[in-house]
């Protein structure tokens, strides 16, 4: 958690964040915006002074840069499942689409990682305070890139170029701020059948049952008093192993006191509790590059790599292609030399011939594999290759002309025979690597 800022720092910094870069995979906060100059043109030529709500005035504030007065609400969640609460949290921050930003995960406890791992999620919900003080905007929203940013965006797909540019500048612009405080219940419910838990374990409680669970247990941790508080972490949710609760507490004291107590120090050390963003491939559409950029951001919000293995993520992001190509399979004379090699599954029934012609893929990574029926009759069984179109710069491979294993290379106790005495066998073999031959 950040360190708690005075009011004339915080209501500062909220000023400084507006047309920043910011990375969704991270949560909201001032020290996760990105360093340096702002992404957008901002006029700091015409400025004023603006008063924040706490008796807090702050100089030389550009003309665009508007603050509004917040209000207090208890917001109360009905219970969702995993799409529903990410459309939910999106909306409030002004993102379309299901990504799980970091804000969002870090809330409900779950890592940052992409929608697909997060299936064991069931239901989410959350109860809660949000004290929005006062809220920072930009008045215009004709927004418009800088130079320094236009002339960053890669002409090509270079994945390191790429790279650079989000870790730069990140997936979007900061727009708005909200200052304040919250104290907020969230309530996660995992699928048993994810966690390797017994039905008789564990109960499976409904969203009537989670909602008014969490309700009174916020109810009574807000009354403030210590046996509330014991009887609201202990004895409401005890058994409940598919269910987790977490307290979050953002702006205000970080000391431990009750909600009221808390209430007080909100004005004194607010924080950031929601950011409005833009993003920032909305903003490079007429852009030289500006596809790659697009594309690029939208992988690595929808696997969440590492932001340091970025680079490498995009090399493999390259155009996949099959080996052979369809149209170069020619259909005589290719198997003139193999109409030996041939299956029957029944006494009577018709042979199908197998293409014993090693495929070659010109030294590029193989990604995929298929059965493929070729000739004019389609009784010709070929395995093909999946491959990337080139070679990734990260992926060292030198021609090795011993490379191809033979069919001696490994035993013939893994032939099985298939049913029918006497006509062909099914090689069982595990498709795996070899250590002499490594990537």
């Known amino acids: 958690m950040a360190p708690r800022v005075p009011g004339f720092e915080a209501a500062q910094k909220a000023i400084n964040s507006i047309g920043l870069g910011f990375d969704i995979t991270q949560d909201i906060g001032f020290d996760n915006c990105k360093k340096g100059p702002r992404l957008i043109l901002v006029n700091e030529e015409q400025c004023r002074n603006i008063d924040i709500p706490g008796g807090v005035s702050i100089p030389n504030v550009p003309n665009s840069i508007k603050c509004v007065r917040g209000e207090s609400i208890r917001v109360q969640s009905e219970v969702l499942t995993l799409q529903q609460m990410l459309e939910h949290f999106n909306q409030e921050m002004c993102l379309a689409g299901q990504t799980a930003s970091g804000h969002f995960c870090a809330s409900f406890g779950l890592p940052s990682r992409s929608i697909k791992d997060l299936a064991s999620t069931k239901s989410l919900a959350y109860d809660g305070w949000f004290i929005k003080r006062y809220a920072i905007e930009l008045e215009n929203h004709r927004v418009e890139l800088l130079d320094h940013v236009k002339e960053a965006v890669p002409s090509t797909w270079d994945p390191e170029a790429l790279a650079r540019f989000i870790e730069r500048f990140g997936t979007h612009v900061i727009v708005g701020v909200i200052m304040g405080g919250k104290d907020v219940l969230y309530v996660r419910q995992e699928d048993t059948s994810y966690l390797g838990i017994r039905q008789e374990h564990t109960s499976c409680l409904g ?7 969490l309700k009174d247990t916020a109810n009574m941790m807000f009354k403030d008093s210590a046996d509330n508080h014991r009887v609201a972490s202990e004895d409401l949710w005890k058994d409940q192993k ?4 977490i307290h ?6 970080s000391q431990n006191m009750y ?6 120090t909100i004005d004194s050390e607010p924080d950031v509790i929601a950011l409005f963003l833009l993003p920032l491939t909305s903003l490079l559409r007429s852009i030289r590059g500006s596809g790659f950029v697009s594309h690029a951001i939208n992988l690595y919000l929808r696997y969440k790599p590492p932001i340091e293995d970025l680079h490498q993520f995009c090399e493999f992001q390259l155009p996949r292609q099959w080996a052979p190509v369809l149209s170069e399979v020619r259909l005589g004379s290719r198997w003139k030399h ?10 009577l029934g018709p042979k199908l011939y197998i293409n014993t012609i090693p495929v070659d893929v010109g030294n590029r990574p193989v990604v995929g594999l298929r059965l493929q ?5 389609s009784n010709r069984l070929a395995i093909h290759l999946q491959h990337l179109a080139s070679l990734p710069k990260s992926l060292p491979l030198s021609d090795n002309a011993n490379a191809y294993l033979s069919c001696d290379s490994y035993s013939c106790n893994l032939h099985k025979k298939v049913k029918w005495n006497s006509f062909s066998y099914v090689c069982t073999a595990p498709v795996e690597s070899d250590d002499s031959f490594p990537l």
């Open 207 to 213: 969203p009537t049952k989670i909602q008014k669970l």
């Open 248 to 253: 979050s507490r953002r702006g205000g004291s």
């Open 242 to 245: 598919n269910i987790y609760l």
């Open 373 to 377: 029926l070729e000739g004019r009759r």
């Open 259 to 264: 909600h009221s107590e808390w209430l007080d």
């Open 338 to 347: 193999q109409v030996n090699t041939w299956l029957r599954f029944s006494i």
